[in-house]
């Protein structure tokens, strides 16, 4: 059993809402556990923002989702400048209160906590990140 996702979305963060859709209908067709769902789309959410807002993309993000029983594999393409998301973020402030915090700063250890796996290369002129998520074995 496989069964894929090819997204193409422009450099807006309004594709956002097309993307969440697209997993939903994704994670509906494949049976996946609404939980699944909405870590793929949250991970899939804060890597393209962060993207769009920092990373001066000018063409099309590609995203492809891929489910083969067990797993769900999750690739983000972009031609933004060179940017490995998973190299040494900051460690977040999880000690002090959320008032005393500065913004941002979880989104990526939130990804990283959330996948079972994350990884990035540089393919030519497009970065490209993979993520992994594991399903539990049904009950």
Do not use: W
Request: net charge negative.
């Amino acid at each position: 059993m496989s069964d894929r996702l090819d997204l193409e979305l422009r450099a807006d963060l309004g594709e956002l809402t097309r993307l969440a859709d697209a997993v939903d209908a994704f994670a509906t067709r494949n049976g996946l556990p609404p939980d699944i769902a909405f870590k793929i789309t949250l991970c899939l959410d804060e890597l393209i923002t962060n993207t769009l807002s920092h990373g001066g993309v000018c063409g099309v993000i590609s995203v492809r989702l891929r489910y083969d029983g067990t797993s769900v594999e999750v690739e983000i393409e972009d031609d933004a400048p060179p940017f490995d998301p998973f190299a040494a973020p900051p460690a977040p402030d999880l000690t002090s209160g959320v008032e005393d915090r500065p913004v941002g700063g979880l989104g990526l250890f939130l990804v990283m906590q959330t996948m079972d796996r994350t990884g990035y290369q540089r393919d030519g002129s497009r970065n490209r990140v993979r993520l992994t998520k594991h399903l539990p074995p049904p009950a």
